[in-house]
Structure formats: structure tokens, C-alpha cells
């Protein structure tokens, strides 16, 4: 939990701090980037975790008691987003346990953090971006203020260039060392996002 901790406090980003320090609990005053922030984190962590403790239960889990995996899981979800620690046997994972590390490796933490990554605001932007395409609406809003056109593309350029890279480097490797894609896709993921999971 103190490692989380810590983790989390590096995560946010020294923007979102000096916005918390200047407003205190006041949510209302909250740029929108520190908006984004908290609850695209909270969404990360919480979601992750629970995705953890259903994915990996009777797999890298499956020795553990209930207290445990419940650790386990928390510890899983926000550690892959910057850190490189783990309290799990990455070998025992499941594909999907370790498709879920990559996806949280990928995003990373947020702007102006110690974290690697996509970073959140930019996955926030762009999930907000397809919400309102999906619902025929040419306005991006989030906690009443409106994203620019500009900013949802340079989201989208990000991504894609991430992702591409990413893609094209899990290929290379498996190309040139003869490893299987599961081992490719988390030792790509960990490099690109600068995470140090091995």
C-alpha cells in the first residue's frame, strides 16, 4: 500500500498537485486537466484492480487467500501505469491478465508526472471524442467545458503513432528472437511506456 502510494502521488503530476495544494477540496475550482486527471485515474485503478481480481483468480492468484488477491489486484492495476513492480509471477499470468498490463503500461500516468505512457488526459480525450461521435455530436465536452478540435487530434496523432510503433516493434521482436507474442507484447509495452517490467 505504501508503494501505491507512492506511485499514485508520482502519477498524478506536478500540475494536478499545485492545483489540489491552491483549491484544496474544492472540486468545483479544479482546472480541467486536474478533472481528467482524478477521474480518469480513479476509473484506472478501480477498474483494473476489479478486472484483476475476476482475470487472474484462479490463475497467477490462485494460491492466494482473499485478502491477498485483493492486494494483489490493486497493486497490479496501478503499478504497471509507471513502476515496474510486481507482487504476482508475471509468467503466471494469464493472456488476458497479461493484456491488461499492456493496455496499463500503454497509458502510463499524466502530463507532468515521473510516468511514461499515452498519458490519461490523452486516452480521456480521446474516449470522450468517440462518446460524442457515437452520439452524433460535433461538441466534445467534459465537466461542462468544451475540448477544442485541435486538442482531440493531436490526441489522436499520439495514439496512433504510439500504437503503431508499439505494433510494429512486438513484430520485430518476434521476427528476430523467436519469442512468442505474449512475452514480445509485455517486454514492447514495458520499454515503450518506460515501466521496467520484465
Known sequence: LTLCG?????????????DLAQNGL???KYQLHTKLVLVTNLILFLGGAVLFLILEWNASMADMSFGEKLLASFFQAVTPRTAGFNTVDLNSLSE???LLTNILMLIGGSPGSTAGG???TTVAVLFLSTLAS?????????????????TI????SIVVIYLSLTFLSIMLLC??????GKVASLEVCSAVATVGLS
Open 6 to 18: 507512492l506511485i499514485i502521488i508520482g502519477g498524478l503530476g506536478f500540475l494536478v498537485w499545485r
Open 26 to 28: 474544492h472540486w468545483s
Open 96 to 98: 488476458s491478465g497479461t
Open 118 to 120: 499515452i498519458k490519461t
Open 134 to 150: 457515437a452520439r452524433g455530436k460535433y461538441r466534445v465536452n467534459a465537466f461542462r467545458y468544451s475540448i477544442d478540435r485541435d
Open 153 to 156: 487530434r493531436q490526441a489522436c
Open 175 to 180: 521476427a528476430t528472437e523467436g519469442v512468442s
